[in-house]
């Protein structure tokens, strides 16, 4: 991919090409860190969850989502089933709005 921006030593902007390999490279201590919370997480799930995770998987919303191959990195790290939703980037916002939708469903199992 072709981008265009400002060279940060010489000040002058340019046109570089980047290779994929360069942007997995510059983004793998990012990618980690999701691997590594996503294994935390787990850890730290409840037995009852925990049951429902293995049989349903995880499922991947936002942004991270679109990441080509997060979801095998997952799935090979974790050995579960890994879905990401249609539409990542406003999944959770729907999701919480039909939440506020039907507020009163959510008031006994909410916190204050």
Known sequence: MEVKGRDLVTGIPQNRTITTEEIRESISEQVDG????VRIALEQTPPELAA???????VLT???????????????????????????????????????????????????
Do not use: C
């Open 62 to 112: 936002g942004g991270g989502a679109l990441l080509k191959g997060l979801d095998q990195l997952l799935q090979h790290e974790t050995q579960l089933p890994i879905t990401v939703v249609d539409d990542p980037l406003t999944a959770v916002v729907l999701g919480s709005g039909k939440a506020l939708d039907n507020i009163d469903v959510y008031k006994d199992i909410t916190t204050d």
């Open 52 to 58: 429902d995770i293995v049989d349903r998987g995880i």
């Open 34 to 37: 999701i691997v590594q919370g």
